[in-house]
């Protein structure tokens, strides 16, 4: 049964920090790209970063340097590391996963599992 489980969410203030973590079990974990989403209310889900099992990786725009994404393929762990955090990256976040690198990373409809999400609020 493949598994997703996020955790490290939380409210914090502008300018503070936070470490996502996202537990995978059920699939080989190493043949998986590897991305977080997030989504805010009334807004489409946007990708934030992906990874790949050799830790190449992509990170959207609105990141800027703040965000660093990486995978623990021992223990089957994807990580997001949250510096710098702005009001407007207020969103539920979700770690998702796609059998082999997908042609573009931040397309939802390409991937294969779906993690049930962490909330992050961040306040002004």
């Known amino acids: 049964q493949v598994q997703l489980v996020e955790s490290g969410g939380g409210s914090v203030q502008a300018g503070g920090s936070l470490r996502l973590s996202c537990a995978a079990s059920?699939?080989?974990?190493?043949?998986?790209?590897m991305s977080w989403f997030r989504q805010a209310p009334g807004k489409e889900r946007e990708g934030v970063a992906g990874i790949d099992s050799d830790r190449s990786v992509r990170y959207a725009e609105f990141v800027n340097g703040r965000f660093a994404i990486s995978r623990d393929n021992v223990k089957n762990i994807l990580y997001l590391q949250m510096n710098s955090l702005k009001p407007e990256d207020t969103a539920m976040y979700y770690c998702a996963a796609r059998f082999f690198r997908p042609r573009l990373w931040d397309r939802p409809s390409d991937y294969n599992y779906w993690g049930q999400g962490t909330q992050v609020t961040v306040s002004s």
């Open positions: 059920g699939f080989i974990f190493g043949d998986y790209w």
